[in-house]
């Protein structure tokens, strides 16, 4: 398995524009999770799906991010507008119950 | 889910075992011990995870006090691939339920294996 699947892995984007981060996660894992990760709040858990339903979206920043799952195997997390303050490196995870794994990151800097 | 409490920093020397502590004194009847630990600009990996028993695989080991407010993870032959930042997490597991998943990650250790 190719494990956790996210592009791009690197994103440069001005103040304002739309940023659309993808995962792909390991096949026949029930649940997704989006994680973002800054050098001052580390990693904080924004939103995770089951069977591609939303469970928890209470990490989720504000109203400029929204995550959507369409089907069992891709999901997306979307910033509009996207500010300077979202820089940071986002993680797609997928688990088959308990254990997670973690996508290799998207690295996002918003100019 | 409870708080841990571990050392911002520690350092080993390569070959020798690396002992990497946690505090988790509220913790509850419930709530299981996991490990992951995150190398430089990778994402965060699973390493092993217990209830009361001590457990062992392929990577490490997991001690936990009897009163299971602290634990240990041992890498027992530390080398300098493993230098990353260790999680140690507690997290409350109930079969089917929908918070199953959730991890509340802290600062961790970052251990610096040395030659």
């Known amino acids: 398995d190719a494990g956790v699947i996210q592009s791009p892995r690197h994103e440069v984007t001005e103040m304002g524009q739309e940023v659309t981060l993808r995962c792909k996660p390991i096949s026949g894992h029930d649940y997704l999770f989006w994680y973002r990760q800054t050098m001052m709040r580390g990693l904080e858990l924004l939103i995770y799906f089951n069977n591609n339903v939303p469970i928890d979206d209470s990490g989720m920043p504000e109203d400029r991010f929204s995550a959507k799952m369409p089907n069992a195997s891709f999901s997306t997390l979307k910033i509009q507008p996207s500010e300077p303050r979202d820089s940071a490196v986002y993680f797609c995870a997928s688990s088959p119950k308990e254990t997670q794994y973690f996508g290799p990151g998207t690295r996002l800097l918003v100019l | 889910d409870a708080k841990t409490t571990q050392p911002p920093s520690m350092d080993c020397a390569e070959g020798r075992a690396a002992n990497l502590p946690c505090n988790h004194s509220t913790i509850s009847g419930n709530e299981y011990v996991y490990w992951y630990r995150q190398i430089h600009s990778q994402g965060p990996q699973y390493i092993i995870h217990g209830l009361k028993n001590n457990e062992t695989n392929e990577m490490a080991s997991l001690i936990i006090t009897e009163d299971r407010k602290s634990s240990t993870l041992i890498l027992p032959h530390a080398t300098l691939r493993d230098t990353a930042v260790y999680y140690c997490?507690?997290?409350?597991?109930?079969?089917?339920?929908?918070?199953?998943?959730?991890?509340?990650f802290g600062q961790g250790t970052t251990l610096q294996v040395k030659p």
């Open positions: 997490i507690v997290r409350a597991y109930t079969h089917g339920s929908s918070n199953t998943g959730k991890l509340i």
